[in-house]
């Protein structure tokens, strides 16, 4: 069966950093090849790619996932009627969000009980766990508690359906991309269009220690030493970072264009748009403060097939040696065997392939496609999956 997958590659060097730690504050790592590698969990580096749609796409296209979901709905709720007192618009979203989704929205008795202790009424409704529901979604769920209004449970009873469906469709990007999981309600469930690989480092690393003082600034000079001592973890490293996108799922997870005045693959080119810049030039936020390590990718290929998505991490399976820098064998070893992948598989044929790659270093990497600067490659992908998903006359 054909399909349509956007692959992206990415090499990109990371100084002395600690972007996604570890529970005792480490950098984390794995073993791959047999050797310790750097790594950046998959989860870090879609949250990162997630946050940055905020300067990508328009609000409206979005979508919020936490656990005060009532309070979100009451800020709706409110904007369509202001005369609804806040308690009465909790337990209209509470009961709204439950029917769509199955899942419970009420006071956690932790915060129950730290309010009766303190003499303070009781807090906001919350979901149990992370709700991720589209603005669009959002706002239709308001208009339904609205109408609602008169006696909301009985109301809820009759158009049960009717709230799933509102909580089902017109998912904005992010979900559409990244999924959800309701776990009280499977059939809202969204199945992810994207998948994002641990990135890894292409050699071997060993974590290091930086051992810090702080000094006090009102000291006096017969006191000596220092306000504050620690330490923190870190490495450097050049990963290899993948990322694969199944197009015809995003689509459907998207649906159709939602205006009259655009095409209906206008979505989706937006979505995918978003997801190949936001995802090149991303990057996990962890201890950036005190390292500073704000790179870009060395070397980024796309490519749009119709067969399976494939990862090349196996170019590293043995580990570049230490020496003179990274970047140079990296891509060379990338090069030769994403030749050597697609000749043995067959799957050159109906491929295309763009390229942005960053100084001599990466210069084995310019014949594996067109060769682009970012803003352009973003525009020529977006275009490229358009065409292929458009509806045949």
Excluded: C
């Amino acid at each position: 069966m054909s399909r349509t997958i956007l692959d992206l590659h990415v090499l990109q060097t990371v100084p002395p950093s600690n972007i996604n730690r570890d529970d005792t504050g480490a950098p984390k790592t794995a073993v791959y090849g047999g050797a310790r590698r750097s790594r950046v969990s998959s989860q870090a580096w879609k949250r990162a790619t997630r946050m940055a749609f905020d300067d990508l796409l328009d609000a409206g296209e979005l979508g919020v996932r936490t656990k005060r979901v009532a309070e979100l709905l009451t800020e709706r709720i409110h904007k369509i009627d202001t005369s609804i007192e806040e308690r009465e618009a909790w337990t209209l979203a509470a009961e709204t969000v439950q029917a769509a989704t199955g899942s419970k929205i009420e006071v956690p008795k932790r915060k129950a009980d730290a309010a009766k202790k303190n003499g303070q009424p009781d807090p906001a409704p919350e979901s149990a766990y992370l709700m991720f529901l589209s603005a669009r979604q959002l706002d239709a769920l308001a208009e339904l508690a609205v109408e609602g209004r008169a006696d909301i449970k009985a109301f809820l009873k009759d158009n049960k359906k009717r709230a799933k469906e509102l909580a089902d469709t017109r998912h904005s990007v992010d979900i559409a991309l990244f999924g959800r999981m309701v776990a009280d309600g499977a059939d809202v469930n969204v199945d992810a269009a994207a998948q994002v690989a641990h990135a890894i480092s292409v050699h071997p690393v060993e974590n290091e220690s930086d051992y810090y003082t702080a000094v006090d600034d009102e000291n006096p000079d017969e006191e000596t030493g220092a306000g504050m001592i620690g330490t923190v973890e870190f490495n450097s490293a050049t990963l290899y970072r993948y990322a694969a996108l199944d197009v015809d799922l995003l689509s459907r997870n998207l649906g159709e264009g939602l205006r009259e005045d655009e095409p209906v693959t206008e979505p989706l080119r937006r979505a995918v748009e978003a997801f190949v810049r936001g995802f090149v030039e991303s990057l996990p936020t962890g201890k950036v403060n005190t390292f500073g390590n704000h790179t870009l990718p060395d070397a980024v290929i796309v490519k749009l097939r119709r067969t399976r998505p494939v990862s090349f991490v196996g170019a590293f399976e043995e580990p570049v040696a230490l020496g003179s820098g990274h970047v140079r064998e990296a891509s060379q070893r990338l090069a030769e065997y994403v030749g050597e992948v697609e000749a043995a598989y067959g799957l050159a044929d109906d491929t295309e392939t763009w390229v942005l790659r960053v100084g001599p270093n990466t210069v084995k990497l310019a014949d594996l496609g067109t060769e682009l600067p970012l803003g352009e490659l973003v525009t020529a992908v977006g275009t490229a999956t358009a065409e292929r998903s458009a509806p045949t006359a």
